[in-house]
């Protein structure tokens, strides 16, 4: 494994003159296409472990989701059409006779996800499902099926992984904005869907937040209801806003309507795919849950990639838990960002390629910290083994 150290090229996040940071909430098209995908994998390795002893091959990481057609209204609405889940990729679907219920499986991962999130939606009938799972290529399998000789974790893909830490004042206030708007008919809130989107800008010392939350037309009586209840989110969003950062605040919500022609953003289930808004896996939220364009990123899809040996979701999430790592034990570094590159066929814990960027304290030179930080990076590489038992336990979110 090759290891380097240096300091940051180019300009970080936090010193830019503007900065860019979204999230997805759970109840966006293409977040909820993520989480299906994972929960799609996590209910196939359950399967193989309970069934066969150990996970075996798969990759489901393709889910498309087909909006329906509703007509929301206040204090109503109908369904016209149904969302529609396509999930595609490769399983291990037959072991000496026995049959995964792979469809099944599918299904579950599905309805159980949008009956979970979206509380206003009919949890009889939440979506069509479309399986469309075939088994493995031969070449992938035989490299799967190879480490459980070897006992070495084989990489099935040759690809790179991107993390970095700490989060910046812009990424957390968009994570708390987003968290506590989508979160609101937990608390009451009924009419607050969870389809939310937040836009974070930050120009100079001020932070923009421009958020986008599906409105449940049931709950409210009337336009100016719903303007009042907007105006609530509004207070709410920067409330927990500014407790994370002491930079000035602004937030506005559904900035699209034009109430005085009563067009508003009124849905009948809290998503905007009952009306034709359709969803993908991998153009949401990274495994950090944040979508970062000032930082380094990768377009891979971890969600519904097998948590074992596909390092298009193991490398992610290692190369996170690095910078953490190193942000906690090296007192001298003030923010990291890591890359790892895999090769395929190669162990998951011995990359190709691992590369730091350090921002040091108080001018403080790197090389006084670049033995550590690598020694750190090497031991954080080889715990990568035990992410899929939390994988799969759900204990790690990819989206």
Known sequence: MYVSVGSHSGVLAAQAAVE??????????????????????????????????????????KALLFGGASRPCFGGGEILSPIEMYLAGRATVEVGGVVVPVRDLAEEAASSRLSSVLHAMDKRAPARVHCLVRAGS????????RQQKTGVFLANDTSFGAGFWPLSDLERVVLAAERVVSSAASRGDLWVGEDVKVMGVRIGNEIRLTIACAMIGRYLKDVDDYLSKKQKLVESA???????????????VNVGDAPQRGSVYLTVTGTSAESGDDGQVGRGNRVNGLITPLRPMTLEAAAG?????????????????????????????????????????????????????????????ISSVAALAEQIARAEI??????????????ISVW
Do not use: W
């Open 382 to 395: 080889e715990k990568i083994p035990t992410f899929s038992a939390a994988l799969i336990r759900g204990e």
């Open 238 to 252: 920067i409330a927990a806003a500014r407790a994370v950062t002491s930079h000035s605040v602004v937030a506005e």
């Open 20 to 61: 860019v940071v979204e999230r997805k909430g759970p109840g966006h098209p293409d977040t909820l296409c993520d989480a299906i995908a994972e929960d799609f994998s996590r209910l196939l390795c359950k399967f193989y472990e309970q069934r066969f002893g150990l996970v075996l091959h798969h990759n489901v990481d």
């Open 305 to 365: 990639k097998n948590p074992v040996t596909h390092v298009g979701k193991l490398y992610n999430i290692a190369a996170t838990k690095i910078c953490q790592a190193i942000v906690a034990a090296l007192p001298e570094v003030a923010s990291a960002s890591c890359l790892l590159v895999s090769q395929i066929g190669r162990s998951v814990t011995d990359p190709q390629s691992t590369s730091l960027y350090l921002e040091m304290r108080e001018g403080k030179p």
């Open 138 to 145: 031969a070449d992938l399998v035989a490299i799967y099926e």
